[in-house]
């Protein structure tokens, strides 16, 4: 996927807009998220495949 010079200049204004605060509360809510839907891919992906999985929470 390209981007183009105004989506990279508009992305970074608005990473710089906002306050580190506000960056972690977004960050910790992401991550907050991605935990709570880790049982539940496991349990759907089981039901699909019925075989035994292991979901990780990989990257960043």
Known sequence: M????????????DIKARTYLE???DMKKKAIAE???KDWR????????RK???VQKTGQ
Not at 2 to 13: E, G, L, R, V
Not at 42 to 49: G, H, N, P, R, S
């Open 42 to 49: 496991a349990k759907k992906l089981e039901d699909i495949y």
């Open 2 to 13: 390209s981007k183009d010079a105004k989506m990279i200049y508009a992305q970074s204004n």
């Open 52 to 54: 035994s999985v292991i």
């Open 35 to 37: 935990l709570e839907t």
């Open 23 to 25: 960056y972690r509360i």
